[in-house]
Each structure stands twice: as structure tokens, then as C-alpha cells.
């Protein structure tokens, strides 16, 4: 059996879709249920909860501990389990950009660490502390069923950007990470930390060109250029390339509203059922 906490969510849900199409037996926890699962046993734990916003970290660092360190510490110690997954993010590295250190056995300084980041990477410790076996993904941009942010949901939505159009990212699509990270449970990969991300980058200023249209750009935004280290993750398996994907993405939802004039957020995946990160364990 396997538990998947989290499993309403943007990523989460990809993981339950995975799943499902895989025929394995799961349980989804929420806040709802959380209690009536406390003390049980699975086979697998999937952590695919906490807080996915980097701005309740800015404003609110309190919050944004309880939701994605204190949730992850009370649920290794609220579940018995055979293995552990933790979906953390590429965000624990302060600089993503190429030629940065962004290898998984890089050392990370808590001091040039976002918030955000810096909650994460407490949250993979808690992970590495208790549970026996492990494993931790730290995922980065993706797109999927659900998206309800994120530079390529600007674009589909009509603007305004808050990056730079020749702004380059990686992204993959939501269950396809998750049949990647579930292969390495597969093969009875332990103690060891991935980036899960797609190969390679796309610039914004291609995807609005797939779209054939062009969105405003929020003044002062800036340029990025994200492009984690992937060999390790490579080393076993075929990565996804991020310009296939999002291409794609973007190619049916295109089909998708063809005869839809002025196209907007209202014709975007409702993201219904998407639930709120269960932070602190009832």
C-alpha cells in the first residue's frame, strides 16, 4: 500500500494520475483525513504536501515553517512506513542559473538560502534523520492538469509576465516526474537525493511564439535563466527534454480553445480539488 500525502495537489495529483494508470494501490491523505491514517502502515510514504509559495515564505516565514518543515517532521513521526518520499524543490539551491553548483551533493549554506529554500532544505534533513529508507526529489518547474501559476500560466492566461521573455526554464510535466521518481522506488534506489527536472531550457519569448501571441511584460522583471544539474538523474534514466514538453502543453491546450475568442484563465484547468498545503498535523 502506498500513502500519498498531498495527493490533491498540483504535483501531487500528477503522482495519483501516475498511479492509478500504473495500477498501484494508494491512499490519498488530506487535512480531512489526516487523523483517521495517523499510526498506520504503507509500504511507500509520498510527502507531496507543504507550501508552494515562495511569497507566504517572503511575508509570512512562520507559516511557510509550519506548512513545509513542522508538516514533513509530524509526518515521520504520525506513520509507519517501509520507504520515505520527499518532494522538496530546486529552490534549496540559491542560484540555479548554468555553472552554478546546483550537483545534489553540493554543499548548501543556510545563509544565501531564500526562505523558501532554506524551509526546504530543513524539511529534507527531517527526512534524512528519521526515516530509514528514503528518497527526496527536488523538483523544479513543471506543467500539468491544475497549473495555476508559474511564468507558462501567464503566458496561457494572458499576462501580464513577471519575467523577462528571454527568460529560459526548465519544466516537466507533472506525472511524468512522477514516473520518474517512482522507477527509482522501483529500483530500490535509497539515501540518495535527484534533481527531477526537465533537460534542457525554453525561453518564454518561444512559448508565446506557439501561442502566436504576446502578453505584457511586468516592468523590471527579470531575466532568469534556470538549468539544474540533471546528470545524476540521467546517469539512470531518460530525462524529458523541457522544449518537447511545454511545446506540447501548450499545442493542446491551443487545440483545446480553438473556437474560444479571447482566451483567458477562465479556460485553463479549473485546478478544482486542488487542496490546501495541511501544514501543521491536526
Request: glycine fraction near 10%.
Amino acid at each position: 500500500m502506498i500513502f500519498l500525502m498531498g495527493g490533491r495537489g498540483f504535483y501531487g495529483s500528477g503522482f495519483a494520475r501516475a498511479l492509478a494508470q500504473q495500477g498501484r494501490e494508494f491512499q490519498i491523505i488530506t487535512r480531512d483525513n489526516y487523523s483517521e491514517f495517523r499510526g498506520r502502515r504503507c509500504d511507500l510514504f509520498i510527502n507531496a504536501n507543504g507550501n508552494s509559495s515562495k511569497l507566504l515564505a517572503r511575508r509570512s516565514p512562520l507559516d511557510d515553517f509550519d506548512a513545509s518543515v513542522r508538516s514533513v517532521r509530524s509526518s515521520l513521526v504520525d506513520f509507519e512506513y517501509g520507504s520515505y518520499v520527499y518532494l522538496s524543490s530546486i529552490d534549496v539551491y540559491p542560484d540555479c542559473s548554468p555553472g552554478s553548483p546546483t550537483a545534489e551533493a553540493t554543499l548548501l549554506d543556510p545563509a544565501t538560502q531564500s526562505p523558501y529554500g532554506f524551509h526546504k532544505a530543513l524539511a529534507e534533513q527531517c527526512v534524512r534523520h528519521t526515516a530509514k529508507r528514503w528518497l527526496i526529489a527536488r523538483l523544479g518547474g513543471a506543467v500539468g492538469p491544475g497549473l495555476k501559476k508559474n511564468a507558462i500560466y501567464d503566458i496561457l492566461s494572458g499576462g501580464p509576465l513577471w519575467l523577462d521573455p528571454e527568460s529560459r526554464l526548465q519544466f516537466l510535466e507533472t506525472e511524468a516526474a512522477a514516473r520518474l521518481v517512482l522507477s527509482l522506488v522501483d529500483a530500490q534506489v535509497t539515501h540518495e537525493t535527484f534533481n527531477v527536472c526537465g533537460r534542457g531550457t525554453i525561453s518564454l519569448q518561444e512559448v508565446q511564439q506557439q501561442m502566436g501571441t504576446s502578453v505584457a511584460v511586468q516592468p523590471g522583471s527579470p531575466r532568469m535563466h534556470c538549468e539544474v544539474d540533471l546528470r545524476a538523474l540521467h546517469a539512470r534514466l531518460d530525462v524529458p527534454e523541457t522544449r518537447s514538453t511545454v511545446l506540447e502543453f501548450v499545442r493542446n491546450f491551443v487545440v483545446q480553445n480553438i473556437d474560444t475568442p479571447g482566451v483567458g484563465t477562465s479556460f485553463l484547468p479549473s485546478g478544482k480539488g486542488i487542496e490546501t498545503p495541511i501544514g501543521v498535523a491536526p
